[in-house]
């Protein structure tokens, strides 16, 4: 069974940056993908960024590219999130959620960031940007 910690969640201003956390104990890092995910009050839960747990094909959304930079350090078997430039309109629960890659021949792929992709889920930590 894979299960997700998720940590590094606060308050920050407009401008600032944090790191959140999911540690994977245990997971077979060259079978999955590593996603985060934010719900924001009030709105339905979205894809953020994603990565193979191997450390390959980091994925970003639009409103997040440039500014969020996705890494797995697997000595500590860990998928880092790092935000910078944050922004109110980041303020929101994040989860983190793993799924075995698509294989698809010889070749594997991270999974689109559609909720139902992903089968297992961290707790969520609160990310809250002040203006």
């Known amino acids: 069974d894979v299960q997700l910690q998720a940590s590094g969640g606060g308050l920050v201003q407009s401008g600032g940056s944090l790191t959140l956390s999911c540690a994977a104990p245990g997971l077979a890092y060259g079978d999955y993908a590593i996603g985060w995910f934010r719900q924001a009050p009030g709105k339905k839960r979205e894809g953020v960024s994603s990565?193979?747990?191997?450390?390959?094909?980091?994925y970003y959304v639009d409103s997040v590219k440039g500014r969020f930079t996705i890494s797995s350090d697997r000595a500590k078997n860990t998928v880092l999130l790092q935000m910078n430039s944050l922004k109110p309109e980041d303020t929101a629960v994040y989860y983190c959620a793993a799924a075995r890659l698509i294989a698809a021949g010889l070749l594997k792929f991270v999974p689109g960031l559609d909720d139902e992709k992903w089968h297992y889920w961290g707790q969520g930590t609160l990310v809250t940007v002040s203006s």
């Open positions: 990565i193979a747990a191997s450390g390959d094909m980091p």
